[in-house]
């Protein structure tokens, strides 16, 4: 069997194995969720469910991957932290975040039910993926602290724009509202307006989520899922 | 808001671009299908349902995705292959890859029920994927034909193999017998002993399925999926 | 002796071979030479000489490469061309293009004195490289037409600036005379001002020059150094 | 002038930036130095003014970047650190290090006159160069070590190996008497032989040689070129 005479065409493959040595994130991302949550009838501006969805894909893909030290979500997208010494498939980038990535959008198809006994997924929702190396703790902490200042960002306009909208307003007149306002106008709004103390909504809205990994030993471990308002420092695990 | 303090992080994600003007194969495969199958007691040497899920996955993603031109699939395995001048994601490799590998797990465990009414889910199942980029023609048909060399090889092993399984011997007996065998030889114990003219059998079986998209016009398509013993040369899309 | 110790860190090397059966072209390009010119002063807008001194350094870099089937060059920069099924240094990036910059470097220095027995070189030149792959002969052939319709644009403004130059205009003046012409305009300043037919120029100032290598036997080979009008279509070697 | 239509080749080019915030180490390394060695006659095992002369190279590719803190030489090669905040030509690699090969190259070839001033220049010199990039300073330490004990490995034996050869062995007999010898047998032998104590030998044969930049000043620094025992430990620069 002339195997050998095709087998030339491994050599098209590039090596693309990570730096060692520094902090891996995979930030997985909803495609399209705007679409998918409309045509789902997610609760806006927040959907408990959903959130606790993800969640739940998240928890199965760090109990999967023992590499994952903490995972931050929220919104449609998730970030899982590979620790500094992580030798996972020797480190190639595709090889990691395709697989993460599939994992986690398995998990939320075969999940969907659980969350959603009475509502028929319509249609197969997928994600992408990408893969950030961070040399050192501040980094790693400054990106986490990035995506968590997104959460408080978004969350903070879509709260005072579907009030707006569930109070009458067209979804054009909420935004011309909100236009140029800024942090301490949009809590206005919500108090004056809508009897609302923004600090008093949920920390999973307002913060995100958190799963962090306590080692109990070699065998065992528990995995936190914490709504939180300030993210700890990461450390790099002592081995 | 400190929004900007935190935004630096951006500047770590590398700009993984492919290269212009090359054949693009994305490469989508079982992870743990050895075990998955066993788990859903899949029928052996193949389980035509379990194809024909995959080659329905396949089909779905390239509905989604107007710039593969042609899909391959074998076992746990598929291959899609994007044309030279395809720009999609501005060809980001991860962002290619984990979207499609996304997709595809996403359409497995969507549409199990319909391939499997009888049979639950046990478990969320995952795919990796990889990109290879092919300069020219004969670069892409040949990494197809080693593709479909491997299909080959590997179901003339598993025919005979299971075979001899199914008549009463062990996984361990059945290894001894075929150690060092080769093709005609292997040919050879299938008809003598178990009167299975291998040419005979299904050719999805032995030679995998090819998924070809024929352009009607710019806003239709139909799109084929054939079992089929030659494959066909590709070509660059005339534009 | 600890040596194993330390040798890890050699893991943090990156494997950057390029992709198989690409054209691979390296160019190198002087660094600061608009003052490395005048402080040698080089003759405007063509120094004769200084362009002869880049030829035969891209002479003696052919001469140790022999997977440099030709060379292009004009001004301060010099393009090679490897051949597809190039195998120099296992295709690794770095490798190539520093050891191609670091001997054309070399021989700028070793063969000053040839070029300018009168001159003194006042302190050491330096020269950058890149490395582009292009999949097909096309992408190659568009490369050296860009290159030398660069040669074509430059040389064609940097004629008009220096004869105006020289005729008295401040350097000022004659950016300003010349600001938003077209080529013909330029072509007809030459020639009614200063009597310059541009067409009749040495080739060499208005195209370039080109080093191919004619391959007499696997010992033997001819390099023929050409200013032309218009650069051969490249081909792969047939082997 | 149809220069648009050629420019698409650009997009070929690969965006090349290295990680930021990661110690960058470019090597410089002699190509086939071990036949120019022989050719222009260097003193065996070490010749003073050869050193000299790639410290000198060294010191003035320092004096061109100021983004390299430390730079480290042996035999026919040296590394440049360059700082973790470095960000010369957007951290491109090979811009990088073609650029540093190249200014290192034209040194030597410029100030051989001065080191050699009674030997003739036979033919070009060149050298190789490679980037690495290391996370944390306990990397650049290690890397630094690394080199710093090949050097000591390579010149003890090379001391011996020289000093056999200089007493009437020949080349073979050399290697037989010091195969499989250890250290202290290296050690041994140089002194109850030769009447060699290793450890009065120069520092800057034992050890290679360092160049560390002292900041005196925005304006103002001091180079200063070491021959010593113990390499500092490497630290990011405060700003």
New interface residues.
Partial sequence: ???S?????????????L????WLVIRVDG?GFHKFSDKHGFVKPNDQKALELMNKCAE?VMNDFRDIVLAYGQSDEYSFVLK?ECSLYDRR???I???I???????????WNKYFPDKE?L??????????????DN?LR??L??RQ??C??NNLYNTCFWALVHSGKTETEAENVLRGTV?SEKNELLYSQFNINYNKLPEMYRKGSVIIRQEVSNLKYHLYVISLGTLYTAHSRKD
């Fill in positions: 069997m002339a195997k005479k095709y087998e030339y065409v491994k050599k098209f493959e590039r090596n693309d194995s730096l060692p040595n520094t495609r199965n500094k980038e595709t090889k975040v395709s697989t990535v599939s994992l986690f959008t398995s998990n939320y198809v075969f999940n997924l249609y197969p929702p997928s994600f992408d993926g990408r893969v950030v190396q961070y040399p050192d980094n400054d990106y602290s990035w200042t997104d408080h960002i942090s």
